[in-house]
């Protein structure tokens, strides 16, 4: 199994600043993504995090507002730029085994944007 | 696109009744998951469901796949207040490689 911690757990930021999250894994994951998931609502995909190379993003979500990074197979961080009270939700990040059969998730970041 | 839906979205139940939950996928799907979501946690595996006909069972919990029709149940039993929560049922799709989670059904046992 794997660990996934993320950081911060919780912030308050000010609309049009920039907060970067990171997720660290105590193992190494194939696959790592991340998920928005807003008040009341199911978890979003937000991209799929590539090692050393740029992000694959899903429809709705571009690098300009979401950049991600993602290092090596433990550690990948995402950037919510330029924050308005819309981008106020929990931000997931989840990985894979080997196997692909579990998925991982952390505890979560919780944006508030005032 | 792979879409996945789940009903009923929410539900509140009397204690010690049985309920069903509905998991329908729109493509083919290699693995259906289940997580639990209390409030203000992040999500709990409960279930990994990998080929047509699995039948995975804990507590008062029971999940199933019928890949043919598409659809998972996520089946409760003589269900208790601590089973209050939300219940995500994902797929995952190989070709895209990409787990991708249902609407959530929110439970609510009534004492």
């Known amino acids: 199994s794997a660990v996934i911690s993320q950081k911060p757990s919780r912030d308050i930021c000010q609309r049009g600043t920039s907060l970067t999250i990171q997720c660290q894994v105590d193992s190494q994951v194939t696959m790592m993504f991340w998920y928005r998931q807003q008040p009341g609502q199911s978890l979003t995909l937000i991209a799929t995090?590539?090692?050393?190379?740029?992000?694959?993003?899903e429809s709705g979500f571009v690098i300009d507002k979401f950049p991600i990074s993602r290092p090596n197979l433990t550690f990948s961080t995402l950037t919510v730029s330029n924050m308005s009270p819309e981008d106020s939700s929990i931000y997931l990040c989840?990985?894979?085994?080997?196997?692909?059969?579990?998925?991982?998730f952390g505890e979560g970041s919780w944006l508030t944007v005032v | 696109e792979l879409k996945v839906e789940q009903n009923p979205l929410f539900l509140s139940m009397q204690e010690g009744k049985n309920y069903t939950i509905y998991c329908n996928y729109s493509?083919?799907?290699?693995?259906l998951y289940w997580y639990r979501q209390d409030p203000g946690k992040s999500l709990e595996s409960l279930f990994v469901l990998l080929s047509n006909g699995a039948v995975k069972q804990e507590g008062r919990l029971m999940a199933s796949l019928d890949t043919k029709a598409r659809l998972s149940t996520l089946h409760i039993t003589a269900a208790v207040h601590d089973l209050s929560a939300t219940y995500f049922c994902a797929a995952f799709t190989s070709g895209t490689y990409k787990y991708i989670f249902g609407t959530g059904t929110r439970l609510k046992v009534l004492a």
């Open positions: 995090a590539n090692q050393g190379s740029e992000a694959t993003y």
């Open positions: 989840s990985g894979t085994g080997n196997s692909g059969n579990t998925i991982y």
């Open positions: 493509t083919t799907s290699d693995r």
